[in-house]
């Protein structure tokens, strides 16, 4: 689990030293943050923290289609919204 631990907390600080409302095209640092942090969360089963890391990038823009689609991809996963308990 260490590595997967180091991953999120690089990823969180990546996102922490970001402009909030910076653009999240490909290539933005910020944009891999997000990614790497909400998989290497999930990784370790902390899937609250997952969500976070999208909501993140989603609160700053909610029409980013690449981050939405992923969000919601791990929602179904998770089973968030279904009814299905996590």
């Known amino acids: 689990m260490g590595r997967w631990a180091d991953a999120a907390r690089a990823a969180g600080q990546v996102l922490s030293s970001s402009p909030p409302d910076g653009a999240w095209d490909k290539g933005q640092p910020h944009r891999f943050a997000v990614d790497i942090g909400a998989k290497a969360a999930m990784e370790m089963g ?16 909610p029409e980013q289609k690449y981050i939405k689609g992923e969000y919601d991809l791990a929602r179904s996963w998770l089973g968030i919204g279904l009814g299905v308990r996590v």
Do not use: E, I
């Open 46 to 61: 902390d899937n609250d923290k997952a969500m976070k890391f999208y909501q993140t990038a989603l609160r700053s823009d």
